[in-house]
């Protein structure tokens, strides 16, 4: 009996980079967002604490300010919109720190200033950090994104 062997030509990581191409700007940025959300999903639980004080330390004051809202919600007391102050309570946000970050990242990549999160950055620094079986989970939402893409957005 013969073993069934795929055919396969092109990675999963290249694949993702094939379809990002492919998209207009707003499927785009919501394929670099589930990139960073990959990226942040994947990172070990000692190093969050680490990235969220260097994101909190790019943020502007509104950011800062949309961020402690966000902390305010989960009713953890009344946050001070201060990198400061939120990197302190980040350890008593519990299951929500991987939430808090992703939040954060978000809103340091929406300022189009900030080269370091460009859609280039996305995809050739943080994808080929994820696992395969990550990126191969990811192929589904690029393809649900493509396929959003191509019946008719207004992008």
Known sequence: MARRQPLCFIEPH?????????????????????????????????????HYVRTLAELDQEDLHLLAAWHASLEVGQPLPSAEFLAGVF??????????????????????????????????????????RRVVELLGECLALYAWDRLGTAN
């Open 91 to 132: 350890p008593s946000l519990g299951e929500n720190r991987r939430e808090a970050l992703k939040l954060a990242v978000r809103f340091k990549g929406e300022e189009p200033s900030r080269e370091h999160l460009t859609d280039a950055h996305a995809f050739e620094v943080i994808l080929p950090r994820l696992s395969r």
């Open 14 to 50: 290249d694949a993702v980079r094939v379809i990002a191409d492919s998209l207009g700007r707003e499927a785009r940025r919501q394929l670099v967002d589930e990139v960073l959300h990959a990226w942040v999903d994947e990172l070990p639980e000692e190093e969050l604490a680490d």
